[in-house]
């Protein structure tokens, strides 16, 4: 149930965490102690812990739906071994889950009514529009499967998990003398010289035999696979098209107009301009405020605003436009520099203010117009009062359409030509809708392709939807043929696997070449000599951190991961790379940081190791509590 939970909601991360937070790591690394697995014949429980059963239906969907989530991936079935450790670990999962949930009840653990509606609130696949919906919240549990009433019993259980990993993780400390290490280590600095071998330099033009050919087409099958795909008939309905097809009347327009006036109030707007004297490295607070005053006494003198400005602003958006800060209303102007907006509407026309402090540095502003705000009568609103009223009917009648395709399909078994037909909706095919990349007019949504590929549309042949999608598109679809992967013959991807085969080829020469010159390095010959030798060139030795830009990342984490070298004698390492090439990296040397006196920077990190701790800790509590548990699984549960 968690997986279809975290799964279904669009794939939403919130719910995962709040279940588990670090526990998730946890549960995969801990092994399966106290485990009697058995055969329960007839049984609907997946496996019984202390006494508590998680229900074989539960697990039995979560694993549909992981093998589905495979197939997406990877286009492929899982293989054997993999599938057995996925079908161990996803049993396991649902005994933590039990044994957490069991352990948080009987410790007092418990979450009050306004917190669950709080979590159920915030989530963002339940909004509309950035606000809570309880329309949406129940079609997405829907199409989820799930009841209203599990999913809170699920919150409910997250929330209280979550109180016990924080108690735990609140136990735990870090000394200032650990504090201090910490933050020496992290400010550790390795003086470092290394020089990139690209694959390219060692790719060989001998020819590839068949025979290796043969053998990598048959040692990498799975890449060789043609997609699964489903050649789709489909109808769609937008609300835009809702909303062409909805009328209006004249009364119906002067009604909305009279109820929703307040919409078509035009705020007050004024014109100004302004040159800013910014405060920057090379002006300071005091000189800005001088050179401002200075600009403000040549516009009093009878200079001219617009010269001015090109002359002096610091604003890049207004300078070249003479400081015009054109037409604009008070929150805008606010959202850019209040005091800006609090002094500009505060003015009368032509008159000169300044220097105005902001957090930009000192503004000098000029006012050149005034336009009152009013409320816009029906007829200049009119255009805009017809677009409102569309979209809120259209969205009525887009709900509506909905529900009733959503009957008519439970109830009956309609043709998709007569549903489109009902329902003006358009209809069309996808020869070709991949799993994974979806295809055609039907684009990639996450919603088609469950809907495209799940069991109602591909096994049981039915009509899959109505699936929404980004809220104002409906789609119903119908599966003509389905296609499984199948190998690509051999001679079709010949020549890619030649391709491969040289790059792979020419990847081991550039390690052995890397190891080489580590060997030579090793015996005293000079970094540079063996460099040039390789044809390859490398920039000066540098102190490089951490979390130094300067260097690719993976050379770096190789640097950091190596032993210190000795006084005198480099450390010297060949890298094989992610992209084929290789590395030659030489470590001459160690800077110990002293501990930084930044007392934020201190408060991070000590939150920070704080949190890895804590989580430690509640890996070594739960995983106690595991070794002493008596869990029996039915292992029948996948054996369908």
Request: charged share 25%.
């Amino acid at each position: 149930m968690l997986q279809r939970i975290g799964d279904a909601l669009t794939r939403r991360k919130w719910l995962t965490y709040l279940l588990f937070g670090a526990l998730a790591v946890i549960f995969a690394a801990w092994g399966a102690y106290g485990i009697a697995t058995i055969n329960f014949g007839g049984s609907t429980n997946a496996a019984k812990v202390d006494g508590e059963t998680i229900p074989y239906d539960q697990v039995r969907q979560a694993w549909l739906e992981q093998q589905a989530e495979w197939q997406q991936r990877t286009g492929s079935d899982m293989p054997p071994a993999v599938k057995a450790r996925m079908e161990d670990a996803l049993l396991e999962r649902f005994v933590r889950e039990t044994l957490l949930d069991k352990r948080t009840h009987d410790l007092g653990y418990r979450v009050s009514e306004s917190q669950i509606a709080e979590a159920i609130r915030s989530e963002p696949a339940f909004q509309l529009e950035g606000k809570y919906s309880p329309e949406v919240a129940k079609m997405r549990l829907q199409q989820a499967g799930i009841s209203e009433q599990q999913f809170e019993l699920d919150i409910r259980r997250g929330l209280r998990s979550a109180q016990l990993e924080d108690g735990i993780r609140e136990t735990d400390f870090l000394t200032p003398a650990e504090l201090e290490r910490i933050q020496s280590l992290q400010n550790e600095q390795r003086e470092v010289e290394y020089a990139v071998l690209p694959a390219e330099k060692f790719t060989s033009t001998d020819p590839i035999d068949e025979k290796s050919v043969q053998a990598y087409y048959e040692a990498h099958q799975l890449q060789f696979m043609t997609p699964e795909y489903v050649h789709l008939e489909y109808a769609e309905l937008t609300q835009a098209q809702v909303a062409a097809q909805t009328q209006v009347s004249d009364l119906d327009l002067h009604d909305y107009y009279d109820k929703h006036k307040n919409r078509y109030v035009q705020a007050e707007q004024r014109r100004a301009r302004q040159i800013l004297i910014a405060v920057s490295k090379t002006r300071d607070d005091a000189a800005a405020l001088k050179r401002a005053n200075e600009v403000l006494a040549k516009l009093k003198a009878g200079g001219d605003f617009a010269s001015l400005a090109k002359q002096y602003s610091d604003d890049a958006g207004s300078a070249a436009q003479g400081g015009d800060l054109g037409w604009t209303d008070r929150t805008t102007l606010a959202s850019f520099a209040a005091p800006v907006a609090d002094a500009v509407f505060s003015m009368k026309a032509s008159e000169l203010r300044g220097p105005v402090k902001s957090p930009f540095g000192y503004s000098v502003l000029e006012l050149e117009g005034i336009q009152p705000g009013k409320t816009k009568t029906f007829d200049e609103a009119r255009a805009q009062i017809e677009t409102e009223l569309r979209h809120d009917k259209s969205a009525d009648r887009f709900g509506d359409i909905q529900e009733q395709i959503q009957q008519q399909l439970d109830e009956g078994s309609p043709t998709l030509a007569s549903l489109a037909k009902q329902f003006g909706m358009q209809s069309g095919e996808v020869a070709e809708f991949v799993r994974g990349t979806g295809g055609g007019a039907l684009g990639n949504s996450r919603e088609l392709q469950d809907a495209a590929f799940g069991d109602p549309v591909l096994n049981e042949h039915r009509i899959g939807g109505p699936v929404i999608v980004n809220n104002d598109r409906m789609v119903l679809l119908r599966a003509l043929d389905h296609h499984m992967p199948a190998p690509q013959p051999l001679a079709q991807v010949h020549d890619t696997i030649v391709a491969a085969i040289r790059k792979e080829r020419a990847s081991e020469a550039a390690v052995r070449a890397a190891q080489g010159a580590v060997r030579e390095l090793e015996a005293g010959t000079a970094f540079e000599a063996v460099v040039h030798s390789l044809g390859v060139s490398a920039d000066p030795a540098h102190d490089v951190g951490r979390t130094d830009p300067s260097i690719p990342a993976q050379i770096r984490s190789a640097v950091f991961e190596s032993a210190k070298p000795a006084k005198g004698k480099p450390e010297y390492r060949a890298l094989a790379l992610s992209g084929g090439d290789a590395a030659v990296v030489g470590i001459l040397g160690v800077k110990m940081a002293s501990p930084l006196d930044n007392p934020q920077l201190l408060i991070t990190t000590r939150q920070q190791e704080g949190s890895r701790y804590g989580a430690e800790a509640t890996n070594s509590y739960l995983e106690q509590l595991r070794m002493s548990a008596k869990v029996e699984k039915n292992l029948q549960v996948f054996a369908q």
